[in-house]
């Protein structure tokens, strides 16, 4: 069950979630892809990325998303263009 976002994080999730979905459509994954290897539903992915629907989500998926992406979680959370390292490594 999602938790109200108070209204001094939601530009931050929406934010999280843009950089989530680039990221997913750059390792070349569907949001069915990422929601089956973090072991969530495409629901919850789909929420996470949408900038109309804000939804917090627990640090473990974050944990999880980050590591499916291959990105460090400190990256993700600071990203909001991502170089050409980022862009350029290959999916696992």
């Known amino acids: 069950m999602a ?3 108070s ?9 999280l979630g843009i950089a989530i979905s680039t990221l997913r459509r750059i390792r070349g994954l569907t949001q ?3 929601a089956e290897k973090v072991g969530i539903s495409r629901d919850t ?11 917090s989500f627990s640090f473990e998926t974050f944990l999880k998303i980050a590591y499916v992406l291959d ?9 909001s263009v991502f170089d050409d390292g ?3 490594k290959e999916q696992k």
């Open 3 to 5: 938790k109200n976002v």
């Open 7 to 15: 209204f001094e994080n939601m530009d931050k999730l929406v934010q």
């Open 32 to 34: 069915a892809d990422l």
């Open 45 to 55: 992915v789909r929420a996470i990325e949408s900038s109309s629907v804000i939804r």
């Open 71 to 79: 990105i460090k979680p400190e990256a993700l959370i600071k990203a």
């Open 86 to 88: 980022v862009i350029r």
